[in-house]
Every structure is written in C-alpha cells, then in structure tokens.
C-alpha cells in the first residue's frame, strides 16, 4: 500500500521522499523511522490520519459498489476493487490539475485552459466575496505544536482580520449542499495557528471551498468563523495528542 504520510523539516522543506540505502534503487517515501532519524514534523492531514472518515470512507464505499454494478459481482474481488479504485485515482488525478490550474492563474496568469471552466469559476467567486490572496502555497510549520504543512492561501475579504483557505475538488450532486468532510475544518484550524499563533474570535477565519467535477461551473463554500475554528483547533490537538501516543514520537523535542 502506498504510503500517504508527508513530511517537513523544521524549515519548511518537504521530505516526502528519502534515498534507498542502495542510492542506485532511487527514492521511496519517508516512513516514521526516517522521520525520526532526520528530525521532521508530520503534516496535518498526516496527523488527521488517526481518524476515521465516514464521509470520505462511504464514498470509496460507493465507488466499489458502483464497480460491481458495472462488471458483475462474478468479477474477482481484486479485480472489483482495482476497477473501483482506478476511479478513486482519476478523480484525485483531476483535483490535481484543478488545484494547480488555479495556483497557476492567481501566480502567473497562465494554465491549463483545459480547466478553464472550473477556473473561471472559481475567480468568479472571488471577485463575488471580496477575496484577495496575500500568500499562495504557503509551507508551514508550527515548532511549538509539532507539525506542519502547506496551505493553498492565506486571504483577505471583507471580513475583520485575515484567513485561511483551502480549495478542495467534489462531486456534488443537483439540489445537495456540499457539506465538509469532518477533518477539513481542523485541517483550517491548524493552518491559522501554524501561520498566525493565535485564533481570535472576532479577527479569524477560514474558508473551504468545493470546486464541482461533476457540474463544472458551480462553486460551494463553508466559511468558519474565529470561534468554529478555535473548537476545531481543540480537537485537531487531541488528534495530535493521540498521533504522538500512537506512534510513540513528539517532533517537539527531536530538535
């Protein structure tokens, strides 16, 4: 199974990959005792690992099912679950050009057009909210709580204050509000005290927002307001408790 984990030095650096002893092999992912050994931080949605995800979890479900309707369920199991998975694949594949179409309109100006649907959209959307980027892929890393990662803005809007945000592909479905997955506001939380320091009430915020792979031009968003996010953050540091017990290593004091 590939491994999902992602890592940082204290400096921001991503260290997804490490050299096989044998440098001739090439690279393989950075597991816990690389971690260790190099003195790095866990990002967060490697610590919101610990958690089950029934949202996410039901549809990979539905993608299974979906594929025994398709082939039989005279297939082979590992068949099935190839087929389903190859789905699963495509739609993460079609995020990432998504994601990277609209980091590379707001940076450069120039991308894909082939996504330009969705990053019309999306820009449509902004100029609707007020919203202004002021950092874009931003590494981040928090030496004080133990991990880190990478956010896709740091905004302004008419709100007070500053935020987060975070873009995230969907499939939605005619009529059916987009509801988060239940570790994607912790994921916010955690990128505005990691940025910030501190979650004020009245002068934080953050936003997700759910770009449709299934109606192209419809954008959905969920904002959080300072008070959301410090309940959020709550919990994202029990999970941080609990990733440190389970894996018996705090990056805190490795340094």
Request: aromatic share 10%; hydrophobic share 40%.
């Amino acid at each position: 199974m590939k491994d999902s984990s992602h890592w940082y030095d204290k400096d921001g650096k991503a260290v997804f990959e490490v050299p096989y002893k044998d440098v001739k092999k090439g690279m393989r992912p950075t597991r816990l005792p690389d971690a260790v050994a190099l003195k790095l931080f866990p990002s967060v949605t490697t610590i919101l690992n610990v958690l089950a995800k029934p949202s996410l979890d039901r549809w990979k479900l539905e993608q299974v099912a979906n594929a025994c309707r398709r082939l039989g369920t005279d297939q082979d199991n590992s068949a099935l679950i190839d087929a389903a998975f190859e789905q699963v694949a495509d739609a993460a594949d079609l995020g990432t050009s998504i994601h990277k179409a609209i980091e590379d309109h707001y940076q450069t100006g120039m991308y894909d057009y082939n996504m330009g649907l969705y990053v019309e959209a999306v820009d449509k959307w902004v100029i609707a909210e007020g919203v202004k980027f002021t950092e874009h892929e931003l590494r981040l890393v928090s030496l004080s709580h133990g991990f880190a990662g990478t956010t896709d803005a740091v905004i302004t809007s008419p709100r007070p204050g500053a935020g987060i945000l975070d873009f995230k592909s969907r499939k939605t479905q005619p009529g059916k509000k987009v509801v988060p997955y239940e570790t994607q506001p912790m994921q916010i939380a955690a990128y505005y005290v990691a940025k910030f320091g501190l979650l004020p009430d009245d002068a934080a915020y953050g936003c997700n927002v759910y770009i449709s792979t299934t109606e192209p031009g419809r954008i959905d968003a969920t904002w959080y307001t300072g008070k959301q996010l410090r309940e959020e953050w709550a919990a994202f540091m029990a999970c941080r408790d609990l990733w440190i017990h389970l894996n018996g290593y705090d990056p805190r004091f490795s340094l």
